[in-house]
């Protein structure tokens, strides 16, 4: 129920809050237009462009408001205040119940199938259950969540579900809690725990769901059930038939069970996708619109997860680039070498959008970031002024000085776009694209010259060599190794203008961890456990494509799939010439550009770890693997990894700084 309307409530900062918040935001997600986990009692960006969207919806002026008018309307929809009939939510569409998946369910990963099972117990999920599968329904068709996250199965495996035997990694394990006791399949028994039809139709939206967000499309070896999985994809299974006899159809065979669930998970896929075609009554999710424009022309915007995005397609047009890769969590442009995080949804129209944040455009392109008094933003080439700097993620004028100026101190010097000073406060509110002016004379093209991390000379980087193989020891042959993989890469970061002394510091030590310096630019094959794997997964299509595109190279490229996105960056037939990886030069380029220009994980680059003297040591492990917090490594008795080799990074460091 929607309260008697008591004030006006709209996006301000700091921001208002409140019950009445809270009762509006409820109200909000009854009419679809937003999720259930915007629901804080906070008025923020979301709620503003979620109130937008319903303003829109009803014919009312779009403002973002909430005021009379608005809460009029809104109260006799959903049965609160102003007399009116309560006409409800809105209509689900095409017999999609709403949304069943929590958003938080389904964190950013690199999914590439779901293998549906059943736990073989009862109606409800048991401890046990819980450990093997990573979604989990019961009798009545609701939903458990197992104990590791979808993310736990992204390789290198550790803890993960271990829901089937030999295809764990990128699959989601989904699983209905039934067939226990003394279910058999021949003569078919269900026992005292039968599937139930609610469990059934429950999972075909959960797979859905699970599609839509991870990109999977419904095909025979992407959604299957435990007992095609050897069919399937030709991986031995130990007698499974699971989900794949039911109870109200026990004649047919497992193919025909599978293609009859998966073109029911493909028509809910459509109605989730379109649904403003599927059934009259609204859409399911509604994108609130946002404005965006890029140097004057308008982009399609989204307020989506408390942030500003544009449309990847308008973007990409406006741009003129050719056509990016698209995984589950990223888009890889070509030319320009670019990567952007990314964000699926259903927009206003009912059609599934890729969306890129507007904060990382204005940092991979060097725009200026602006809104205005409507709440619009603007993203801008800056003018022909040379004394510019656009503002980074995580970035403080201290940086910045300290990056131009050679002098953390010298912040006070800088000048907001308009030419005012900066103090204490304004300083601290700084925002990604914000334009900073340097001080007159001075040109962010001199940021080489004035920060401590200037370009090294031949003769510098040959004596830097020579003294880190010296620190790490070893005969003549490793030191000899050693000392041209450090070369190989410091030539890579002066090509590439990565000059920061812990950038150049931290790239090596992650050489140092991954290959012992060029010890090891091949994965050394057993084939182990995990490596008999690798031909039915990371693009591979054979066990000798496995083999193949094994671990290459300083970060250790790893599969078809690897081969082929990094060839395409940088103009090198790697599909054909595997070996090419492995190159001292080639791999220093790879490492360097990855992790200060297109990133290898969608957590971020060196710059988003600070700049020397306020390096982030620890998180920056996240640029290249999610293990900072593991320990076990003796190279680094008694620490966790990220410190481990971030403790080298200093050690590193302080070579550079004293050639």
Known sequence: MLAAYSRLLKYTLPMMQGEDVRALQAGLTLQGVLHWAGVDGLFGPITRASVMAFQRRSGLAVDGIMGPNTHGAL???????????????????????????????????????????????????????????????????????????????????????????????????????????????????????????????????????????????????????????????????????????????????????????????????????????????????????????????????????GRIWVDLDHLVAHRGWPAPVVDAVSAQISDPVLRFGIMRSTDAEGFERTWVEVAEVSERLGLALREDHRGDVHLETPGAVPEQVIVKRGQTLAQIALQHLGDRSRWRELRAEDGTAFDEESARRLKVGAVVLLPAGMKASDAARASPGAKLTDAEIKRIAEKISKLEGGGAAMRKTRAGAVRAILEACVANKVNDLSHQAYILATAYHETNLGQFMEEIWGPTETQLTYGSRLGNRSAAEGELYKGRGFVQITGRHNYQKYGDIFGKDFIQGPQLVAEPGMAAQILVRGMAEFGFTGKGLLADMGLDGDFDWFNARSLINGDKNKGGDSRYPGQKKGFGIGEKGREYRQIIATV
């Open 75 to 305: 109260a006799g929809i959903v049965g609160g205040g102003g007399g009116g009939s309560a006409a409800g939510p809105v209509a689900p569409v095409a017999g999609v119940a709403g949304r069943k998946v929590p958003a938080d369910w389904m964190p950013s990963a690199e999914m590439k199938r779901i293998i549906l099972h059943w736990t073989g117990g009862a109606h409800n999920p048991s401890a046990s259950d819980k450990k093997h599968y990573h979604i989990l329904i019961d009798g009545d068709g609701e939903l458990h969540r197992g104990t590791h996250a979808i993310t736990a199965n992204v390789p290198p495996l550790r803890r993960y579900a271990a829901h089937t035997r030999g295809s764990n990694s990128n699959s989601i394990g989904l699983a209905l809690c039934a067939m226990g006791g003394d279910a058999r399949e021949r003569p078919f028994k269900p026992g005292p725990f039968p599937i139930t039809r609610v469990q059934w139709e429950t999972m075909a939206q959960v797979v859905a769901e699970l599609c839509l967000r991870y990109g999977i499309a419904v095909t025979r070896s992407t959604v299957l059930g435990h007992g095609e999985v050897q069919a399937n994809l030709g991986i031995t299974q130990n007698g499974k038939w699971d989900p794949m006899v039911v109870e109200w159809d026990p004649g047919r065979s497992y193919q025909e069970v599978g293609d009859s669930f998966r073109a029911r998970a493909e028509e809910v896929l459509t109605a989730l996708k379109h649904p403003m075609a599927a059934e009259p009554g609204g859409p399911d999710e509604v994108v609130p619109s946002e404005t965006v424009t890029l140097d004057g022309q308008a982009l399609r915007g989204a307020a989506l997860d």
